[in-house]
Nanobody, 128 residues
Framework: QVQLVESGGGLVQAGGSLRLSCKAP???????????MAWYRQSPGKEREMVAS???????LYADSVKGRFTISRDNSRKMIYLQMNSLKPEDTAVYYC??????????WGQGTQVTVWGQGTQVTASS
């Protein structure tokens, strides 16, 4: 049974913005509200990494690479979390996953949503 459903991914130019959403349609309020929710991402050849998290008391934590650009929020009444992503960079390209850790420590993942950021090119310096 699908517990978490992400949406909002897409293709965006570097410097642009996207807003990801994650809903927990099968959660009841008393399950969702105490949960710690988070966004993770994984790009090809790399390990999955935590991007941002938000506790039941709305304490947030961000990866250094996204601080000042991304904002995580939650709406318990709608059983949803969001990730506002601004000033996107090509290195933000990844599949973004919603994560839930419930009060009983059970963990759930969404299916993921692809975010692709295209830029004007990447400078490569070669030396010998």
């Amino acid at each position: 049974q699908v517990q978490l459903v992400e949406s909002g991914g897409g293709l965006v130019q570097a410097g642009g913005s996207l807003r990801l959403s994650c809903k927990a349609p099968r959660n009841i309020f008393s399950v969702f509200a105490p949960s710690t929710m988070a966004w993770y991402r994984q790009s090809p050849g790399k390990e999955r990494e935590m991007v941002a998290s938000i506790t039941s008391s709305r304490i947030t934590l961000y990866a250094d690479s996204v601080k000042g650009r991304f904002t995580i929020s939650r709406d318990n009444s709608r059983k949803m979390i969001y990730l506002q992503m601004n000033s996107l960079k090509p290195e933000d390209t990844a599949v973004y996953y919603c994560n839930q850790v419930r009060e009983d420590s059970s963990t759930y993942w969404g299916q993921g949503t692809q975010v692709t950021v295209w830029g004007q090119g990447t400078q490569v310096t070669a030396s010998s």
